[in-house]
C-alpha cells in the first residue's frame, strides 16, 4: 500500500483527461510505479516457498502419519535430531537451502528480463 502512494496523483488526472479509464491507468500507470516493489516482494516470497510451517506439522507429528506428513524439516528433525545422524540432517537442510537459493536466483533473472529491474 505503501508504494501506491508514492505514486504521484498528477499522472492518474493527466490519463482521466487522455481518456483513460480505471484498466488502462492500473496497467499503464499503478504497476510501473510499483514494479520495483513486486520485483523485491516476489523474489523474497519465492525463497520462502519451500517453508511448510515446522511448528504445525510437528504438533500432530507422530509414527503413524510419518509417510504422509513427513515434510522436509520434520525429516530433518527426525533424522537429524532424533536418529543421531547429524551430518545427513545437516546435508538436507543444506540441500534445501540451496534449493531455495537457485530459486531467488532464476525468479531475479527472469524478472530482471521482464521488468528491466535490478536489486544490486
Known sequence: ??????VNPNLYEASEI???NRWKQAIHITLPAIMPILVVVSTLALGRILNAGFDQIYNLYNPLVYQTG?????????????????????AVGLFKSVIGFVLIVICYRILYKVADYRIF
Open 1 to 6: 500500500m505503501s508504494a501506491l502512494t508514492s
Open 70 to 90: 513427513d515434510i522436509i524439516d520434520t525429516f530433518v528433525y527426525r533424522v537429524g535430531l532424533e536418529g543421531g545422524q547429524f551430518s545427513f540432517g545437516t
Open 18 to 20: 487522455d481518456g483513460a
